[in-house]
């Protein structure tokens, strides 16, 4: 019956997404930041009332979902209280690390010079592939630990090592041109020197020729690919049950767009938001790491509320952080320029 479960979400997904380009966003429009609030407001509404549904689901252990065999005969109830804990937590990891994933985003649309009016339909084809990528993912990550259960300290290592090389790299920069996906599109297939609208393909001369619109795409795309290699590995330190872990990645990602029109102006005033990403990526991968202490001891659920309260704390901690130094920042510029 679980297998009901999955197809309904799916199609829940595939709903939102319909509704999204082919009602509210089906004329291209540049999206303002009134909007853009509404919308990143209305997807985590529907995030929270979704996790009204995991904690009944769970607590009743509808559709035979909440019960995982040990490998010993035994199983282990995943209680309605435990599941809406870990899914909530696991969306907040995701949200944050998307945050990081916003920047890289302007960064790109800045290089290629997408007009704003285009931004949006780039930003949908890119989600839903990402979708489909971090489902594959997902599903390999999950198998990879029923077979072989020590490889939670590899994911653990790989989340530290990215912590460590986030902290100590000074600039994040973004190079298109060297992308080796875009290389080998312009190589084998025709671009256009120009846009043509929101078309990603466009006929000349009697062929189909690709629009630079589907190269951002394409190097979206691709980044995606690396913040997932972070981000998957990250959530599966806060729950390895694969729907709690499919679920909560999704609807974070399905606010992306949204929450990238409310920020990516913003974004780059949050001078100490990779000093908290570094943070929670090492939390994580700590935990990770002391996985087998944590059984031992019986604390599971405990470190799920206490990963929660580190994680919203780090968070809370670089954005107000950020707005201090801004405000310093400014009291400079007036006493140095008399404004």
């Known amino acids: 019956m679980t297998i009901w479960l999955w197809v309904g979400f799916i199609t829940l997904v595939f709903v939102f997404l319909a509704l999204d380009l082919g009602v509210f966003n089906r004329k291209a429009h540049v999206i303002g930041i009134r909007e853009a609030i509404f919308w990143t407001a209305v997807w985590i509404a529907a995030a929270m009332l979704f996790n009204v549904g995991i904690y009944f689901i769970y607590e009743h252990h509808l559709f035979g979902i909440g019960e995982h065999g040990t490998g010993t005969g035994q199983t282990i109830d995943l209680t309605g209280p435990q599941a809406a804990g870990k899914f909530f937590t696991g969306y907040i990891v995701e949200k944050s690390l998307s945050l990081d994933n916003i920047f890289v985003i302007s960064m790109i649309f800045a290089y290629f010079g997408v007009p704003a009016i285009y931004q949006h339909r780039v930003l949908f084809w890119g989600i839903l592939g990402a979708l489909v990528l971090r489902g594959i993912m997902i599903g390999v990550g999950t198998a990879v630990l029923e077979l072989f259960e020590p490889a939670i300290y590899l994911f653990g290592a790989i989340l530290i090592f990215t912590a460590l090389k986030m902290f100590f790299s000074k600039h994040e920069e973004v190079h298109p041109e060297k992308n080796p996906l875009m290389r080998m599109v312009k190589k084998f297939f025709p671009v256009t020197s120009e846009y043509h609208g929101e078309h990603f393909f466009v006929k000349t001369d009697g062929r189909w020729t690709l629009t630079p619109l589907f ?21 599966f330190g806060i729950t390895k049950d694969p729907f709690i872990v499919f679920t909560s990645n999704i609807f974070a990602i399905l606010g992306l767009r949204s929450l990238y029109f409310a920020l990516a102006a913003l974004i780059a005033k949050f ?3 990779k000093v908290s990403l570094v943070v929670i990526l090492l939390y994580v991968g700590c935990k990770m790491m002391f996985t087998q202490v944590i059984k031992h001891y019986g604390m599971d659920d405990t470190m799920t509320w206490i990963s929660l309260g580190v994680i919203i704390l780090v968070m809370t901690a670089g954005i ?20």
């Open 215 to 235: 190269l951002v795409l394409l190097v979206v795309e691709s980044s995606d690919v690396v913040f997932a290699i972070d981000s998957i590995p990250a959530i």
């Open 320 to 339: 107000v952080a950020s707005a201090c130094a801004g405000k310093k920042h400014e009291r400079l510029d007036r006493s140095r320029y008399g404004r």
């Open 271 to 273: 001078r100490y938001l």
